[in-house]
Antibody, heavy 121, light 106 residues
């Protein structure tokens, strides 16, 4: 069965960086892309960007351009999302989510369990 | 970016009621809309995609309709376990965007 297992809770100070991991299993890693979606308390989800499991090509939401980097390790079937220059309004639960299909349809059946990132001085 | 305007932001209904939630897209998106249910402290759960296709395992009391700019999620007969927040999502092109959610109480 498809599983996306994320790293644990993070507490960071403003200006710091955070790197969240997402280990994939139960499907052919290279056939699907992964999106990173965050959800601030009481808010709707917000798409941050996407990385291809095939070649590591990335696509970032304009809001996060220059502040986010998405990478992957094919040897460990793990995706990573690094967000820099953290601010208090980056406090949210961060999810990885797998593309619906191999053609990159950006809606999501499979989600990681979420990683709470709290930014506070 | 496509904006998804969802309404109402919250509603309260009785068990057995028919409940309707709407989303309006800022421009035409064919039928590239998904709907999710999210219970407190849980992951979003995909209910419907392609505007009206029911995801496997989702009860048939859930249905979706619409095309272009106006979309609807209907719960045909509200059940106590349907207490949750519901989100629409447009996925015609990147960035996919979500509505702000409708909190449903019973």
């Amino acid at each position: 069965q498809v599983q996306l297992v994320q790293s644990g809770t993070e507490v960071k100070k403003p200006g710091a960086s955070v790197k969240v991991s997402c280990k994939a299993s139960g499907y052919t890693f290279s056939s699907y892309g992964i999106s990173w979606v965050r959800q601030a308390p009481g808010q709707g989800p917000e798409w941050m960007g996407w990385i291809s499991g095939y070649n590591g090509k990335t696509k970032y939401a304009q809001k996060f351009q220059g502040r986010v980097t998405m990478t992957m390790s094919t040897s460990t079937s793990t995706f990573y999302m690094e967000l820099r220059s953290l601010r208090s309004d980056d406090t949210a639960v961060y999810y990885c989510a797998r593309d619906w299909d191999v053609w990159g349809s950006l809606f999501f059946e499979y989600w990681g369990q979420g990683t709470l990132v709290t930014v506070s001085s | 970016d496509i904006q998804m305007t969802q309404s109402p932001s919250s509603l309260s209904a009785s068990v057995g009621d028919r409940v309707t939630i709407t989303c309006r897209a800022s421009r035409g998106i064919d039928n590239d809309v998904a709907w999710y249910q999210q219970k407190p402290g849980k992951l979003p759960n995909l209910l419907i995609y392609a505007g009206s296709t029911l995801q496997s395992g989702v009860p048939s009391r859930f249905s979706g309709s619409g095309s272009g700019t106006d979309f609807t999620l209907t719960i045909g007969s509200l059940q106590p376990e349907d207490v949750a927040t519901y989100f629409c999502q447009a996925y015609l092109s990147a960035p996919p965007t979500f509505g702000q959610g409708t909190k449903v109480e019973v």
